[in-house]
């Protein structure tokens, strides 16, 4: 039996990875030209099934920009979702949402709809702030994608991100959810042994 990795301080040492993947994606590009880009990758690819009922995100200052390829999931006939962001310690509520609908203010910046029924999406789309070949993602550190993903293990997940937010290895614990593929402007990563 191979022992598990363990980092000694796993807090400290995802603090740290936070603050040098948000340097590393400050530089990362144009949001929106590689939004496009990812767009072309997931949809040439295939990795959403048919009519699946897919969770986007509203782009952050800095984030990918998946707009272009909610607007394009739209068009294939899929269904869309927006996270609303539910009181710490809680996995994210997704309501039902179309492009041009109202969006309405959340916390630490985030967008949701004003309206529309919650719903329980096929496809959930990740965001993250770094990555590695083995699945592990670091996100802002609030837990919210952890939760919601170990709460809806059927729904496929495909982390979201620039190219350059891949590191060797991003620390995690037992309870971070590790993600099959991720989709970047570059190209789609499927990720391997979980190591």
């Known amino acids: 039996m191979v022992a598990p990795h363990v980092i000694p301080d796993l807090d400290a040492a995802k603090r740290e990875a936070r603050r040098m993947a948000l340097a590393r994606r400050a530089?990362?590009?144009?949001p929106a030209e590689a939004g496009r880009a990812l767009a072309r990758h997931l949809l040439d690819a295939d990795a959403i099934p048919p009519g699946a009922l897919v969770a986007g995100i509203w782009p952050l200052p800095g984030e990918i920009d998946l707009r272009p390829l909610m607007e394009a999931l739209v068009a294939h006939g899929h269904g869309l979702a927006l996270p609303m962001t539910p009181p710490r310690g809680n996995p994210l509520?997704?309501?039902r949402w179309l492009p041009g609908e109202a969006l309405a203010q959340g916390p630490m910046g985030t967008r949701h709809p004003e309206g529309g029924e919650p719903v329980q999406p096929d496809v959930i789309l990740v965001p993250l702030l770094a990555f590695d070949r083995?699945?592990?993602?670091?996100?802002?550190?609030?837990?919210?994608y952890?939760?919601?993903?170990?709460?809806?293990?059927?729904?496929?997940?495909?982390?979201?991100?620039?190219?350059?937010?891949?590191?060797?290895?991003?620390?995690a614990g037992p309870h971070d959810a590790r993600l099959?593929?991720?989709?970047?402007?570059?190209?789609?990563?499927?990720?391997?042994?979980?190591a």
């Open 27 to 30: 530089g990362a590009g144009d």
């Open 93 to 95: 509520i997704f309501r």
């Open 134 to 144: 083995a699945g592990r993602r670091l996100g802002y550190g609030g837990g919210y």
């Open 146 to 171: 952890d939760r919601t993903l170990a709460g809806l293990p059927d729904a496929q997940a495909i982390g979201i991100a620039f190219a350059s937010q891949e590191v060797r290895e991003v620390p």
């Open 180 to 194: 099959p593929l991720v989709a970047t402007e570059a190209g789609l990563i499927a990720c391997g042994a979980m």
